[in-house]
């Protein structure tokens, strides 16, 4: 394995039929195919996988020294902090920390199988957005006016469930949600 060329890559992973995009780091080997750096696993694997976008990451990687095997996910997560420290982020996401509470946003962050994952989201604040009653592990009760609410922190957002999901990683980017278009075809 080369990994002198360890890359981030945008993916259209159609391993589960869903084309999941998410970003991860990969290198190429002396064929042009891309593997995960993680698990080793060639990238392109099933009809509609592909590559959809390639960020060099030569500059951020010179900084922290040279690559080599002990590269661990201390420093992978040393630079998406590094990223998320910034108001402007790589590609237009923007820091979380400049996010309204009560607004719904597309988000990025690393799950707990290290994938990068993008999803709508909401984040409340204290006190914002009431439950029907303790559905929450550790969700508040105001005494004053007997209502439930949800811990505060982001939330998958979608228009049919009543319970929103709280994402239990760091939100490392935002980006508002786009605007509809005007007509949809065949009006």
């Known amino acids: 394995m080369n990994r002198d060329n360890l890359m981030a890559v945008y993916v259209n992973d159609n391993s589960c039929g869903d084309n999941d995009q998410y970003w991860t780091f990969a290198y190429k080997d002396s064929n042009d195919d891309w593997f995960d750096d993680d698990s080793g696993q060639k990238i392109i ?8 976008k390639v960020v060099d990451l030569e500059d951020t990687s010179s900084s922290q ?22 108001q402007v982020m790589l590609d237009g ?10 607004k719904t946003y597309l988000v990025w962050f690393i799950n707990e199988y290290n994938h990068k994952r993008v999803c709508k989201a909401t984040y409340y604040s204290k006190y914002s957005c009431e439950t029907i009653d303790d559905d929450y592990d550790d969700d508040w009760y105001d005494i004053n006016d007997g209502i439930y609410y949800i811990p505060k922190g982001w939330y998958e957002t979608n228009e049919y469930d009543e319970k929103h999901m709280q994402i239990p990683c760091d ?13 949809t075809k065949g009006e």
Request: hydrophobic share 30%.
């Open 45 to 52: 694997q099933y009809e509609g996988d592909k590559i959809l």
């Open 65 to 86: 020294g040279d690559y080599h095997e002990g590269l661990n996910e201390g420093i992978k997560i040393g630079m998406a902090e590094q990223l998320a420290n910034s």
């Open 93 to 102: 996401w923007i820091n979380p920390e400049t996010a309204e509470s009560d």
């Open 171 to 183: 939100i490392l980017g935002i980006q508002p949600l786009p605007t509809p278009p005007n007509s």
